[in-house]
């Protein structure tokens, strides 16, 4: 029998692939307020309700006896935080992670997953690796180290329901266009070229990311669903263990797109915590799980320059600052 899995944040760029993915692997309901998301990321086969994750009701609306819990619902970037966005950028998180770990293991879930971020490495020395100690640079990596935090303690008064969440690196691929100006640079690039605009790079263009296809993603995730395993309360990193420059994904994309853009460098505008560099250590979800990248860089943004929907591209943050 498949699986009943409940996915928060459906309709957001990881969820909607995820559940389009696996829609045939498992029985999934899609939870989603749409603050961000977009239904029309979904396939229509897939049950989507329409709810908040931070509302006990509406979680009941989706159903119960769910055999695992996806917890990708949150507020979920750094700039989403600052001004107007600091209280309801926690409230969101903070609230829906509660919310929904709870409701999880009252429905009998067995596995509750859920999204933490590489942000909270911050400028750490590299490779990344779970075992580090990190400092989160910023409100949004903040929020995630609460989840982490929280899961632990939670796993150790309710060892019942296993508990995973996931470090993603710079997840890029189809499905962003709702986030605009929140999307991957990757995307945010494509969106710019694709109408002849040159993107906007802060600094020398020489930071560098480890660029995860969310097909990879996708795959990390499935894995630790789909284990047999009993393995508690763990945390790995999702990426490539590879990584490139900004100049590196402006060059493939204009390559993809046979154009030659020049992009605008400005003075970075972010006065603290920015991140450098960032390529992960994938070897304890290779070890514990099999997880292997397959999306190289170069099919990735090939195959996303040839998929654009113009009429759902947004303002992207280049659109703000040329
Ligand atoms: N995209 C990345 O590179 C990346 C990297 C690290 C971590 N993450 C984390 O992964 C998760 C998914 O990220 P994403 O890139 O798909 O972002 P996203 O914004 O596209 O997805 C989040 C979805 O949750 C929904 N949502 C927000 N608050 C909600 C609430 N209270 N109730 C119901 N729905 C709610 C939004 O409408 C959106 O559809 C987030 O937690 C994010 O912090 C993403």
Known sequence: MKKKVLVTGGAGFIGSNFCNI???????????????????????????????????????????????????????SAPMFNDDGFVNGYVNSIKSFVQVLEFARKSGAKKFLYASTSSLYGNNPMPLIETQVVNPPNHYAVTKICYEHCAECYYRVYPEMDITGFRFMSVYGPNEEAKGQFANMISQFIWDMVRDLPPVIYGTGEQFRDFTNVRDVVQGITLALESEKKWGNKVYNIGTGKSSSFNDI?????????????????????????????HADITRISRDL???????????????????????????????LR
Do not use: M, W
């Open 290 to 320: 099999g997880y292997i990248p397959k999306i190289t860089l170069k099919a990735g943004i090939y195959e996303q320059t040839q998929n654009i929907n113009r009429n759902k591209i947004r303002e992207t943050s280049s659109d703000y």
């Open 250 to 278: 402006l060059q493939e994309i204009n390559t993809a797109l046979g154009k030659s853009i020049e992009p605008i460098y400005i003075k970075n505008p972010v006065k603290e915590g920015y991140v450098k560099g960032q």
């Open 22 to 76: 696996n829609q045939n692997k498992f029985d999934i309901v899609a939870l989603d307020n749409l603050f961000l998301g977009d239904k029309e990321n979904l396939d229509p086969s897939i049950t989507f309700v329409k709810g908040d994750a931070c509302q006990r009701e509406d979680l009941t609306r989706c159903g119960d006896e769910f055999d695992a819990v996806l917890h990708l619902a949150g507020t979920s």
